[in-house]
């Protein structure tokens, strides 16, 4: 993958096989303005409402892009010769959509991406990729809270449910996210001294919990200690 990548599809990386074609000059629609793409596909047309100095996008701008006609997406933000450049928001006709910071027209440093589905992540991205630190919440409020490698969590980090119970971390071969061993595990019971005497309010043989055990009175405590 070349080391500048051009921005005409933001974030395809999630979506596209890892081998990108190289990117490509492509001509603006309806003028000579070009635009970087580093997803070329002769079915794609591209259309930018901003400036186009010196023939290449610049400055600030919405960049949209159509398959065989069709609309499918658009960037807004700034473009610095043919690449989008710092703060930009993306929108996919499928819903998806992505606000960020972009380097050389891919997304790196910190990003927010939605899904259709209501799955969304928070976190740091390097060259268009889920790459770093990270947060993805899922649409029943479970979330993975940890480190992500090209767009895979790697479990290094903690699955926490929608009641707020925290476990370690388990991704399976499919980079599937989901809770692992409890974290902090609470002690669930104690049982009775064995020398204690049970007393009229446990019958004999009953197992105590530890939180019953600890919350008896004190004079109850003196008389089981006669």
Same mark, same amino acid.
């Given at each position: 993958?070349?080391?500048?990548?051009?921005?005409?599809?933001?974030?395809?990386?999630?979506?596209?096989?890892?081998?990108?074609?190289?990117?490509?000059?492509?001509?603006?629609?309806?003028?000579?303005?070009?635009?970087?793409?580093?997803?070329?596909?002769?079915?794609?047309?591209?259309?930018?409402?901003?400036?186009?100095?010196?023939?290449?996008?610049?400055?600030?701008?919405?960049?949209?892009?159509?398959?065989?006609?069709?609309?499918?997406?658009?960037?807004?933000?700034?473009?610095?010769?043919?690449?989008?450049?710092?703060?930009?928001?993306?929108?996919?006709?499928?819903?998806?959509?992505?606000? =960020?910071? %972009?380097?050389?027209?891919?997304?790196? #440093?910190?990003?927010?991406? $939605?899904?259709? !589905? &209501? /799955?969304?992540? @928070?976190?740091?991205?390097?060259?268009?990729?889920?790459?770093?630190?990270?947060?993805?919440?899922?649409?029943?409020?479970?979330?993975?809270? =940890?480190? %992500?490698?090209?767009?895979?969590?790697? #479990?290094?980090?903690?699955? $926490?449910?929608? !009641? &707020? /119970?925290?476990? @370690?971390?388990?991704?399976?071969?499919?980079?599937?996210?989901?809770?692992?061993?409890?974290?902090?595990?609470?002690?669930?019971?104690?049982?009775?001294?064995?020398?204690?005497?049970?007393?009229?309010?446990?019958?004999?043989?009953?197992?105590?919990?530890?939180?019953?055990?600890?919350?008896?009175?004190?004079?109850?405590?003196?008389?089981?200690?006669?």
């Amino acid at each position: 993958m070349p080391a500048r990548a051009a921005l005409l599809l933001p974030c395809l990386m999630a979506f596209l096989p890892a081998s990108a074609l190289a990117e490509r000059a492509v001509t603006v629609e309806g003028s000579d303005c070009r635009v970087w793409d580093q997803y070329p596909d002769r079915r794609k047309s591209i259309r930018w409402s901003g400036a186009c100095p010196n023939g290449w996008a610049s400055g600030p701008g919405v960049l949209r892009w159509f398959h065989d006609g069709r609309y499918d997406g658009q960037a807004e933000g700034r473009m610095v010769d043919g690449r989008m450049e710092g703060q930009g928001r993306v929108a996919w006709r499928d819903g998806r959509r992505l606000d =960020g910071t %972009f380097r050389g027209g891919l997304v790196s #440093g910190h990003a927010t991406h $939605v899904w259709s !589905d &209501g /799955r969304v992540y @928070r976190g740091e991205w390097k060259d268009d990729r889920r790459t770093g630190l990270g947060t993805l919440t899922f649409p029943n409020g479970n979330k993975y809270v =940890g480190r %992500f490698e090209r767009n895979r969590p790697t #479990g290094e980090g903690e699955f $926490v449910t929608a !009641d &707020g /119970r925290r476990h @370690r971390a388990r991704v399976d071969a499919r980079g599937i996210v989901g809770a692992g061993a409890p974290l902090h595990r609470p002690p669930q019971s104690a049982a009775m001294p064995p020398d204690a005497d049970p007393g009229p309010d446990h019958p004999p043989n009953r197992t105590q919990k530890l939180e019953e055990w600890l919350n008896q009175s004190d004079q109850f405590l003196r008389d089981r200690a006669r």
